[in-house]
């Protein structure tokens, strides 16, 4: 291992209801796959996390490093964080890997303070961009770093706008998912589904993922396909009166829709693998775990024409792609997925989930990604 590239992985922020590393650990279940996925395509990886106490503790044989510098779990924005800092360079990694972009003023400190061929890389973990000089001193700041991860490109470049070139962004996945597919009929007859063709959606009742968009889409699609089913999985429940008042609404809805609330994760991995099309009206996401595990289980989707989806669909290359807010724009796109050949669009999602979404998939990009860095010379531009 002696020559093997060294990654840091970074958290600065911890969660202080969650008193015993081992929790912590738990909580970022999907990054720690990843993390040994990458140890697994031969980097040297160690992990550093703030926390209330300082420990060390090898998990999955990768060795993590929780440090205390005597702040809150969640940093204010003018702290530097500089002992946290001169604890991850005195490890010596070639890469910093940094996950969130909340961290301007420390992704600044530890860029100033490393040596000049250490690269640090940011990775963006989702949530609305955000506007005005506070929003453009912050960038300001993360323009120290080498790097930066988005699920989609185009993310990347909205994000910076035109302070970065595209050298600097890199696409890939911010995690991934242990499902996997199943028979089709024993996943549906555990749950007891009826209806063809069968939808499922999964995600929070509220705006950003336009439940009433998708039910007004598919109260149209009962027109043509009045035995399809419509299963809805939710958490969160900002909108579900509307919802309820929507379905009331209408008799196709009223017969087709069934509104399942919240599942264990065994049984979304059912649903997922009994249902045809998984369905999604987001009009923002900064991946999409969700819909990475419809992927996962060879449920096609039939999702909004977002950067992310995009990316995660290959470009609408299977399934379907449609405009945010339009319901007769799902319409039509789900007539026009449901009459192409469902196993073959299954078998496409599969394949691609394998080659760009798993996690040996991504931890192999990442890499890919690394040894790019490592080999530029580039200056970042701020």
């Known amino acids: 291992m002696t020559n093997a590239l060294k990654l840091l992985v970074v958290n600065f922020d911890y969660d202080q209801d969650m008193p015993h590393a081992q929790a912590q650990l738990e909580k970022h279940a999907s990054t720690d796959q990843w993390i040994k996925a990458l140890d697994e395509q031969g980097l040297e990886i160690e992990c550093c996390k703030r926390f209330h106490s300082n420990l060390e503790l090898a998990h999955q044989g990768i060795p993590y490093f929780f440090r205390n510098d005597g702040f809150e779990a969640k940093l204010p924005f003018w702290y530097p964080a500089i002992p946290f800092i001169r604890f991850i360079l005195s490890r010596k990694p070639d890469i910093v890997h940094v996950h969130g972009t909340h961290f301007p003023l420390q992704t600044l400190f530890l860029k100033l303070l ?12 989702g949530g609305l961009e955000e506007q005005g000089i506070k929003s453009w001193i912050k960038k300001k700041m993360l323009g120290f ?18 302070s970065f070139r595209k050298k600097q962004i890199f696409s890939v996945m911010e995690g991934s998912t242990q499902f996997q597919p199943m028979a089709k009929q024993k996943a549906i007859a555990a749950l007891g589904l009826t209806g063809s063709p069968k939808l499922v959606w999964i995600g929070r009742l509220y705006d950003n993922k336009d439940p009433l968009t998708v039910l007004e889409g598919f109260e149209l ?33 009223e017969r087709a829709v069934c509104l399942v609330g919240s599942c264990s994760s065994q049984e979304v991995e059912q649903y997922l693998n009994a249902a045809d099309y998984f369905v999604l009206g987001s009009h923002y996401e900064g991946s999409g775990y969700a819909l990475c595990e419809a992927i996962a289980c060879g449920c096609v989707p039939v999702v909004t024409n977002i950067p992310s989806f995009q990316m995660m669909t290959n ?6 792609l449609w405009e945010p807010g339009n319901p007769q724009a799902f319409y039509r796109t789900l007539l026009q997925v449901v009459a192409k050949n469902q196993q073959i669009e299954s078998e496409k999602a599969l ?7 798993s996690f040996s998939a991504i931890a192999s990009i990442s890499k890919a990604h690394y040894q790019r860095l490592l080999n530029s010379n580039t200056l970042v531009a701020v």
């Open 315 to 320: 470009g609408g290359s299977f399934g379907g």
């Open 221 to 253: 699609f009962c027109n043509n396909y009045p035995q399809a089913r419509l299963y809805m999985i939710y958490h969160t429940t900002d909108l579900l009166a509307a919802v309820k008042t929507k379905i009331s609404e209408s008799p196709f809805l």
């Open 351 to 357: 394949a691609f989930f394998a080659s760009s979404l």
């Open 145 to 162: 770093a080498d790097a930066f991860f988005f699920t989609s490109l185009q993310q990347g470049e909205s994000w910076f706008k035109y």
């Open 114 to 125: 490393a040596p000049k061929q250490t690269k640090i890389v940011v990775q963006h973990h």
